[in-house]
């Protein structure tokens, strides 16, 4: 799989998504999950203090998975492992959790759970635009001067307070943001099922193509979208699918997709990702598997590049 800079690091420029790891996802599964990834030359493993049990919401359940089998297998030095903090409780998305003091706890639970010092990359998992961007990255910059985030970033973030983050760490001396996580994939999202979620737009796209600012798009297959239209039309998608992306442009570009898929002989959902780790600025793809034979197209992605012409051709940003 190939690898790209990430800071000071060669990241996988597919990162493992583990949103349900502990939870839907049972621990042996997300085992099996990690296995296959790192021995298909994966290393960059994405989880959050949040993530695992939605259902019944418990802080830590990925983590803790991500920490046991990291501690099983001895390679915490050999994964690129990013987390995230300072998400809304589950159940209460409306009540901000960003004070330094809830980060901070944040993180000293998610070292415990991951059995680590360090994570590689850290990010805020939701803005509050009642607090400065200064307040914010000051609380960042401190866990990155403890030692316990190398690098730091932000999720979810409106373009105009990323500019402000960066102008505002560049003003005052502090560790500068790294990197930037919006839902970013190549199907047109219509309708998002998270008001609190932001996705990749022409002005963040912009942003990202001035400044080389890492981007790590989440929810990058939108859900197997283009496989699942592909092998079963509209009538194999969720209900949740179908409302946020089945739409005339989303066809069309199926249409630009299949013509792609015969030129090049790779898989639609090889080539959306592709198309994310293609962009004219660093961008990895983060993304989730429910079955071990998905992760096939992970690897075939991981090994695909697309000139700017095709990726152009199968959607124009910025
Ligand atoms: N920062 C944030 O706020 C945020 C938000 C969301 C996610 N994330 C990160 O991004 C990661 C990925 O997110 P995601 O799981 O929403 O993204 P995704 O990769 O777009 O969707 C994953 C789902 O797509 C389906 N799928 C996967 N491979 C497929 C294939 N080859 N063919 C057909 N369908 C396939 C599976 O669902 P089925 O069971 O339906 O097949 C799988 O569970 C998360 O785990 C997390 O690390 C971050």
């Known amino acids: 799989m190939r690898k ?3 800071g000071g690091y060669q990241a996988s420029v597919i990162g493992l998504g583990t949103g349900e790891f502990g939870g839907k996802c049972p621990e042996s599964l997300a085992r099996e999950f990690m296995d296959a990834f ?18 019944t919401p418990r802080d830590g359940e990925s983590e803790k998975v991500i920490g046991r089998w990291m501690a099983e297998r001895h ?6 492992l990013s987390t995230k903090g300072g998400h809304p409780a589950l159940g209460a998305m409306w009540k901000s959790r960003l004070s330094r003091e809830e980060v901070r706890r944040d993180m000293e639970g998610s070292l415990n759970d991951l059995q680590t010092d360090h994570v590689d990359v850290y990010w805020l998992h939701r803005d509050d ?4 961007v200064g307040e914010l990255m000051e609380t960042l910059h401190s866990l990155a001067e403890d030692g316990s985030a190398r690098m730091i ?5 409106k373009p105009r307070r990323i500019r ?7 003003a005052h001396g502090l560790t500068p943001l790294s990197a930037n996580q919006p839902q970013f994939s190549l199907a047109v999202q219509r309708v998002s099922p998270d008001p609190t979620l932001t996705a990749m737009d022409g002005e963040t796209w912009r942003l990202h193509r001035e400044t080389g600012l890492v981007c790590c798009g989440f929810s990058s297959q939108a859900h197997g979208f283009f496989t699942k239209l592909e092998q079963g039309g509209p009538e ?12 005339e442009e989303n066809q069309a570009i199926m249409d630009r997709l299949t013509v792609l898929k015969r030129e090049t002989g790779r898989s639609v959902g090889a080539l959306a990702l592709a198309y994310l780790t293609s962009q004219p600025f660093p961008t990895f793809a983060l993304a989730g598997v429910s079955r071990l034979s998905q992760i096939e197209t992970l690897r075939e992605a991981g090994e695909t ?3 700017p012409a095709q990726r152009d051709m199968l959607r124009k940003m910025g």
């Open 153 to 157: 970033g932000v999720s979810n973030w």
């Open 164 to 170: 402000e983050a960066i102008a505002y760490a560049a």
């Open 305 to 307: 590049a697309l000139t």
């Open 129 to 132: 635009e009642s607090r400065p």
């Open 38 to 55: 790192v021995g298909m030359g994966g290393n960059f493993i994405d989880t959050a203090r949040v993530y695992g049990d939605f259902v």
């Open 236 to 247: 194999a998608l969720s209900g949740n699918v179908k409302r946020a992306f089945l739409s």
């Open 4 to 6: 790209q800079r990430f």
């Open 75 to 80: 390679n915490r030095d050999r994964v690129f």
